[in-house]
């Protein structure tokens, strides 16, 4: 998938001259729907490159790497990971000369690098277990003024936290094992870039 787009860029880029790279970064909210137990909104961050291309009938191709980063609170159990995420974004709206606003559908797949967990009593058992592999899909709404922009969006994430492999026998609690195994990251992201 990647050497599929990078061929597009690279392609693409030669027949238009409307494209730029810059840099994102922005503000990550994810909720864990855990059955059963009441969680917590846990608010993190994002931040990466982006490169957009603009096409013909107002449509652009903008793909983002990110390091992103996403939590969860329930009970007892405070976790997060950040995630390296691949974010090829496909956007739609008019040129309206001083600004451009735009409709937003973003697929996404990512891998945890690192996790960070508070927890008493199931630390290494969490760590362990935690899927590290993420995909989903984003839709939103943004705003391009001059050579800055802004998207707000709204996440699903269709993998689960649990990995399938390791989910079973690492935990006594029967309710917290059985909460985690149908539980993902879905959540907003607020995202703001500087295109040069």
């Known amino acids: 998938m990647a050497v599929i787009m990078t061929a597009t860029i690279l392609f693409c880029s030669g027949v238009s001259a409307q ?9 990550t909210t994810s909720s864990a729907d855990f059955k059963n137990l009441k969680s917590s909104t846990v608010t993190n961050f994002h931040a990466g490159l982006t490169y957009r291309l603009d096409l013909p009938f107002g449509l652009s191709f903008q793909p983002s790497l990110l390091y992103s980063v996403k939590g969860a609170k329930v009970s007892e159990l405070d976790f997060s990971m950040g995630y390296l995420e691949l974010m090829p974004s496909l956007q739609w709206g008019p040129d309206l000369l001083l600004f451009r606003p735009f409709l937003d559908v973003s697929p996404f797949v990512g891998y945890g690098i690192n996790t960070k967990v508070k927890s008493d009593f199931t630390k290494g058992a969490l760590q ?25 969006r709204y996440n699903w994430n269709f993998g689960g936290l649990m990995a399938a492999k390791n989910g079973d026998g690492l935990f006594n609690d029967a309710v917290i094992k059985d909460a985690l195994k149908g539980a993902d990251y879905s959540g907003f992201t607020l995202t703001a870039a500087i295109l040069f």
């Open 19 to 27: 494209n730029r790279w810059g840099i994102v970064g922005g503000v």
């Open 128 to 152: 362990d277990s935690l899927n590290r592999l993420e995909y989903g899909v984003g839709v939103g709404v943004g705003l391009d003024v001059w050579r800055l922009q802004l998207i707000a």
